[in-house]
Structures are given as C-alpha cells and as structure tokens.
C-alpha cells in the first residue's frame, strides 16, 4: 500500500526557516518527479516546488530564492527546506508525485503538514 507521509511543520514567526519531510513507502519514488505542494485556506491547491528524478528543481516565482527542493531516493524521501517564511506561506503542505499519484482512480494524497507563519 502506498503511503506518503509529511512532517516538519508548525508555527513559526516571520523571516524564520523551517524544513519538511516526505517520506514514501509501498513504491520506489526514485523514478517520479515529486514536487511539493500547498493549499492555503480557502484557495486551491498549488504545486510550489518540483524535482525530477534526476534532480532538477523548479519552482513557483513566490518562493524562489526562499525554497528549496531536496530529495533522497535511496531513502525515497523527499525535503522542503524553507526560509525567510512569509504570512503568506500558510498553508497545508502536501509531497506527491507530479503529476498525482490516481489510486483506483482517484487522486491520492497524504495527510498533509501545516505551517502557520505568524507573529
């Protein structure tokens, strides 16, 4: 059974870091691009940040330069690592692969992380 798991996330202040945790099991992720994404509340969902499996990283022009997308696909994880954090940063953050992963037809997600960004 597939499952991926994220973590790191909390409440933090303005201008602060923080780093988020994936990690997948019940399949080898080394050979799907995984990206992180988040949904703010009452907003959709976004794709913030992508990896390939060879390691490229791009990402959406409001955390450029802040972000950084890491993986391990030895360990099949893969890592947010995030700095000078913003109000606007708060959100439930989600790892999946890119595009989705569809299990039994449906789009499979985990349980998310949270991080609030605020003084």
């Known amino acids: 059974q597939v499952h991926l798991v994220e973590s790191g996330g909390r409440l933090v202040q303005p201008g602060e870091s923080l780093r988020l945790s994936c990690a997948g099991s019940g399949r080898n992720f080394g050979s799907y691009a995984m990206g992180w994404f988040r949904q703010a509340p009452g907003k959709q969902r976004e794709l913030v940040a992508i990896i390939s499996d060879s390691g490229s990283a791009n990402y959406v022009d409001s955390v450029k330069g802040r972000f950084t997308i890491s993986r391990d696909s030895a360990k099949n994880t893969v890592n947010l690592q995030m700095n000078s954090l913003k109000p606007e940063d708060t959100a439930v953050y989600y790892c999946?692969?890119?595009?989705?992963?569809?299990?039994?037809?449906?789009?499979?997600w985990g349980q998310g992380t949270l991080v609030i960004v605020s003084s």
């Open positions: 999946n692969t890119n595009p989705p992963l569809r299990i039994n037809g449906r789009n499979y």
